[in-house]
């Protein structure tokens, strides 16, 4: 209790704790069932909660899906700056590759990739997300543009770039994607973007 009787609150609580349950729950079904599987019921139950609490927390279906896509992104595909953005990129792209491998990430990517006309906004959705990462890559790349490691550069064009070789290696190859994979495919985007710049 705090000094004026009102209970002290901890950081994070049971509040978080309940969100992080059911965004692994809401994950798993993903993987398991795809995004029709996703209803609210199950949820609840996989998390060990009230259905209301699940409603509370997202009104309606594509707040879920959006607010748990963001989720897995943003812990399994973390954009970090060391200090060296080869480093930083390899890290990215390993981690990429290990996530696109995984059933949750292949339900995440089909929902990236779904047609405009498949009419239920998750089209939207999976452009809000990729916008959102696209956003958070090219701080990354305009700090290492700023020390000097690249060239003034787009994110989209070097997220294709990055991103090509390791969907063709997850879809083709019956080996894992290695970190030394990763950074052979940064090590030559990263010396053909010098080269097209100094051209």
Known sequence: MTGDGSRARRPGGRTRQVTERL???????LAEKGVDGLQYEELAARAQVGRATVYRRW???????????????????????TGDVVHDLTTFLHAFAEASATPTGRAVLQILVRRSDEGDGLHRMGLELLDRRTDDLQRRLDRATEAEQLPPVKAPFVNMMLAGPVQWFVLRRSRPFTLT????????VVAGLWRDHRD
């Open 181 to 188: 994979d990763a950074r052979e495919i940064v090590e030559l």
């Open 59 to 81: 009104p309606n279906r594509d707040d879920l899906l959006r607010d748990v896509l963001a989720r897995f992104a943003e812990a399994s595909v973390p954009i970090a700056d």
């Open 23 to 29: 965004s692994a729950a809401a994950l798993d079904i």
